[in-house]
T-cell receptor
Framework: EPEVTQTPSHQVTQMGQEVILRCVPI?????FYWYRQILGQKVEFLVS????????KSEIFDDQFSVERPDGSNFTLKIRSTKLEDSAMYFC???????????FGPGTRLTVL | AQSVSQHNHHVILSEAASLELGCNYS??????LFWYVQYPGQHLQLLLK??????LVKGIKGFEAEFIKSKFSFNLRKPSVQWSDTAEYFC?????????????FGKGTHLIIQP
């Protein structure tokens, strides 16, 4: 059964550095999402992406964040200048329709020092 | 904006006990409802979902959930839990027409099953 994959599994970075988190969604999915979960808190929606553009974003997804699907397979989340409070688990998800089931990747644990 | 409440943050049960985890949401319109499970060291997996039709839905591993529209609830149940059900359980909603296609999650319930 196909799965969503994410790399790296754990990323440690210094405050102010740029990070790129990578995801490979399931091949027949059309809608893609990023979520984050700060330790001890709920999973929060960041952004949704469809047809090579952002379809929805939350208040968390400010100018420091960007997403792209550069080659039709990878789906990336970039944080331009990381802050301590960006430390969290970041989950990628995908689905065939905007209201359909979303299938999640294993997550990338981002630690900002 | 929609929100999801899970009232039980930590639940400890013995094997063979019955389970009910509460989930309430706030949104006046149509919703799709989900329960996801995260086993230790693994990623979020879909347990079951409700889109329309029979409000009692059955999922994997003997879980079921009932959508009660009048109570804005989607409680998860299992008649007899096993040690392997130890995991974090998340209720989530997708508010149709709510302007956002991302899922809104509850805080999760950490379930521990004692052998």
């Amino acid at each position: 059964e196909p799965e969503v994959t994410q790399t790296p599994s754990h990323q440690v970075t210094q405050m102010g550095q740029e990070v790129i988190l990578r995801c490979v969604p399931i091949s027949n999915h059309l809608y893609f999402y990023w979520y984050r979960q700060i330790l001890g808190q709920k999973v929060e929606f960041l952004v949704s992406f469809y047809n090579n553009e952002i379809s929805e974003k939350s208040e968390i997804f400010d100018d420091q964040f960007s997403v792209e699907r550069p080659d039709g397979s990878n789906f990336t989340l970039k944080i331009r200048s990381t802050k301590l409070e960006d430390s969290a688990m970041y989950f990628c998800a995908g689905g065939r329709a905007s209201t359909d089931t979303q299938y999640f990747g294993p997550g990338t644990r981002l630690t900002v020092l | 904006a929609q929100s999801v409440s899970q009232h039980n943050h930590h639940v400890i049960l013995s094997e063979a006990a019955s389970l009910e985890l509460g989930c309430n949401y706030s949104y006046g319109g149509t919703v799709n409802l989900f329960w996801y499970v995260q086993y230790p060291g693994q990623h979020l997996q879909l347990l079951l979902k409700y889109f329309s039709g029979d409000p009692l839905v059955k999922g994997i591993k003997g879980f079921e959930a009932e959508f009660i529209k009048s109570k804005f609830s989607f409680n998860l149940r299992k008649p007899s839990v096993q040690w392997s059900d130890t995991a974090e359980y998340f209720c989530a909603v997708n508010a149709l027409g709510g302007g956002a296609d991302g899922l809104t999650f509850g805080k999760g319930t950490h379930l521990i099953i004692q052998p």
